[in-house]
């Protein structure tokens, strides 16, 4: 599942669901919107205004994926889970924020390169990154089972020989 979260401030941020409820026909996976107080109304993913905070955590933490503004919270969020996200800020220029405060989040936080966090500054590198972070997690899993096969046949191999 991806999860899409636009947090709770009172400026929409209609610009990320578009681009989301656009694309999303072409994403294989399960996408969920939390839209908040944005305005668009998504046609081709499920979505929900607001759920307590213990249920957004729980979206979060199930997720292979998050979408989210540069929200402090859920970037936190997804660290201690280990959830990828890809982070596109919120602008002043689109009236999205008061200020261009998650602009300067993300350019800190790409010049960090964190695993698992990557920045878009503009909607249209949405569908582009989402395919490259949700194949390359589907490849890490694909590596842990070989991993995890081998330690397996190992044990086995052990196992036999002492019996």
């Known amino acids: 599942m991806i999860f899409v979260t636009v947090g709770n401030h009172f400026q ?4 990320l669901l578009k681009k989301i409820d656009e694309m999303a026909p072409r994403i294989p996976h399960e ?3 939390q839209k908040g107080y944005s305005k668009y109304v998504p046609r081709n993913t499920k979505y929900f205004d ?3 905070a213990d249920s957004a955590m729980e979206y979060t933490r199930k997720s292979d994926l998050v979408v989210s503004h540069a929200g402090m919270g859920t970037i936190i969020l997804c660290k201690e889970y280990g959830v990828p996200v ?3 800020p919120r602008r ?3 009236k999205e924020h008061i200020n261009d405060h998650q602009m300067e989040i993300a350019q800190v936080l790409e010049e960090r390169g964190d695993k698992n ?7 249209n590198q949405l569908e582009e990154k989402i395919l490259e972070v949700v194949g390359k997690k589907e490849m890490d899993q694909v ?3 070989g ?3 081998l330690i397996r046949t190992i044990k086995e191999f052990i196992e036999a020989y002492r019996g």
Not at 12 to 15: L, P, S
């Open 31 to 33: 996408i969920v919107i």
């Open 86 to 88: 890809i982070i596109l």
């Open 147 to 149: 991993r995890e096969n």
């Open 117 to 123: 966090i990557y920045i878009v500054y503009e909607e």
């Open 92 to 94: 002043e220029k689109y």
């Open 143 to 145: 590596e842990n089972r």
């Open 12 to 15: 929409g941020f209609d610009r």
């Open 50 to 52: 607001f759920v307590p």
